[in-house]
């Protein structure tokens, strides 16, 4: 398996535009979470998903963060509109299991410089 | 709230030391603890996963002990190598709100 794929690697846009990254779990996960990565903060958990369905968005920051997952293997976190402290890496990660508390593989993540 | 710390933050030792990575937790329901690792510039790579109703963990030259009570864990790296030079990651599972927290991680650096 190619392990989880994140897209685009790097991000470069202008405050108030549109930001939408993308994900694609390991075939036969359940789970697919959303992570965001900075130096102050560290790594936070923003959303994640079982079998498609949003089960926590409570670290999403703020309305203008929205996340979609609409078939088991794709998903988008989105940004509208982006702000330069919204600059990160976010993650993408999937986990097996019938339980959420299981080994999450992680992908390359999305470095978003937002000017 | 959950909050998880990493001592120290960062650490230079010449090869072949055995050493630990410490993580303490300030709430101890958790259902798990992992320990990832972190490459500059990569994701986070699960290294160990321990549940809430095990001591310790072992894979290769890792061994991760969990101490739920106390709210500690420690991650001991035997012999270290160039290649262990990473940043080390510690993430409660806390069953109160379901979520993980991770630390801020200790960056290691093994010296050739």
């Known amino acids: 398996d190619a392990g989880v794929i994140q897209s685009p690697r790097h991000e470069v846009t202008e405050m108030g535009q549109e930001v939408t990254l993308r994900c694609k779990p390991i075939?036969?996960?359940?789970?697919l979470f959303w992570y965001r990565q900075t130096m102050m903060r560290g790594l936070e958990l923003l959303i994640y998903?079982?079998?498609?369905?949003?089960?926590?968005d409570s670290g999403m920051p703020e309305d203008r963060f929205s996340a979609k997952m609409p078939n088991a293997s794709f998903s988008t976190l989105k940004i509208q509109p982006s702000e330069p402290r919204d600059s990160a890496v976010y993650f993408c990660?999937?986990?097996?299991?019938?339980?959420?508390?299981?080994?999450?593989?992680f992908g390359p993540g999305t470095r978003l410089l937002v000017l | 709230k959950q909050e998880v710390t990493q001592i120290p933050a960062a650490l230079s030792v010449p090869e072949g030391e055995n050493l630990v990575l410490n993580c303490s937790f300030t709430?101890?329901?958790?259902?798990?603890l992992q320990w990832f690792r972190q490459d500059p510039g990569k994701g986070l790579t699960s290294l160990l996963l321990i549940q809430s109703s095990q001591r310790e963990q072992t894979s290769g030259r890792l061994n991760a002990s969990l101490d739920k009570s106390s709210g500690r864990s420690t991650l001991y790296i035997a012999a270290s190598q160039p290649g262990d030079s990473a940043t080390y990651l510690c993430?409660?599972?806390?069953?109160?709100?379901?979520?993980?927290?991770f630390g801020k991680g200790t960056r290691l650096h093994i010296l050739p």
């Open positions: 709430d101890s329901a958790i259902y798990n």
């Open positions: 075939s036969g996960h359940d789970y």
């Open positions: 993430a409660p599972w806390g069953n109160r709100d379901d979520k993980i927290i």
């Open positions: 990660a999937s986990s097996l299991g019938t339980t959420i508390q299981e080994t999450q593989y």
């Open positions: 998903f079982n079998n498609n369905v949003p089960i926590d």
